[in-house]
């Protein structure tokens, strides 16, 4: 506490008031099984939990995470399994009636599996308005694919994320929420996509000793980090 108190001499969250700090959210979209093989072990190591995005028809592909390890990880491990459409569509690209059932059946999926959807991931941040208010009854959250700050009271069905891009040093993520801190955030969504894959066109990778360092980052820190669905309720007191 005291290297932080250094490091930010006018943070309020360190100060008396009643800032508190924000909650971490990692979300891992697309499940791309260097989610469930590199992250999860590594979120285990510091007893965290995430948030799954995923696309309900492409799970169980041979080069994609499986309905077991995704069923494993909400059912045994208290990680919350969110919708993003059926096979990644953009939902701006799809006529209306294909859009809306597209996205009731990819929750149908997830419930049909045992799993409790409550939150979404919008594909490319992308939304039809016609669309918009049959999401936010179907889903408590919708995430979109931007970053911004989020205070309290926050609003559910417009909250942002930062995503990794390949390259990163753990810096910037950490410069991230040590901002977040310093700007009364209530709430930081940091997302990722694959880890370890050494191919230059994959935009998104994240190393593991970068993902760890991140982690590290959080857990010294004493931030709480939870998934998106408990983090928002416990945020906004339901
Ligand atoms: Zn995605």
Not at 34 to 49: C, H, L, Q, V
Not at 55 to 77: C, D, F, K, R, V
Not at 136 to 155: E, I
Request: a negative charge; glycine letters at 6%; charged letters at 20%.
């Amino acid at each position: 506490m005291l290297w932080i108190t250094l490091l930010l001499p006018g943070c309020k969250f360190f100060s008396a008031t009643q800032s508190k700090a924000p909650v971490i959210v990692f979300t891992f979209d697309d499940q791309h099984p260097s989610i469930y093989d590199s992250a999860f072990p590594i979120m285990r190591e510091f007893g965290y939990r995430g948030t799954n995005f995923v696309n309900t028809n492409a799970l169980g592909h041979p080069s994609l995470m499986s309905w077991a390890q995704i069923t494993e990880l909400e059912l045994e491990y208290g990680w919350e399994t969110g919708g993003h459409t059926l096979n990644h569509e953009v939902l701006n690209q799809l006529d209306l009636e294909i859009a809306i059932a597209n996205i009731k059946q990819d929750k149908q999926n997830l419930s049909d599996h045992g799993l409790n959807p409550r939150s979404f991931a919008l594909p490319r941040g992308q939304c039809p308005i016609q669309l918009y208010s049959m999401l936010t009854q179907l889903y408590q959250n919708v995430r979109g694919s931007s970053d911004f700050a989020m205070h309290h009271p926050l609003n559910r069905k417009a909250l942002g994320y930062l995503a990794y891009q390949s390259g990163w040093s753990a810096e910037v993520v950490k410069h991230r929420i040590l901002r977040g801190i310093a700007n009364d955030e209530a709430l930081i969504i940091i997302g990722f996509h694959r880890f370890d894959i050494d191919d230059d066109s994959y935009a998104d990778s994240c190393p593991s000793p970068t993902f760890r360092e991140i982690l590290r980052f959080t857990h010294d820190l004493g931030l709480e980090v939870l998934p998106l669905a408990e983090a928002v309720s416990q945020i906004s007191g339901t």
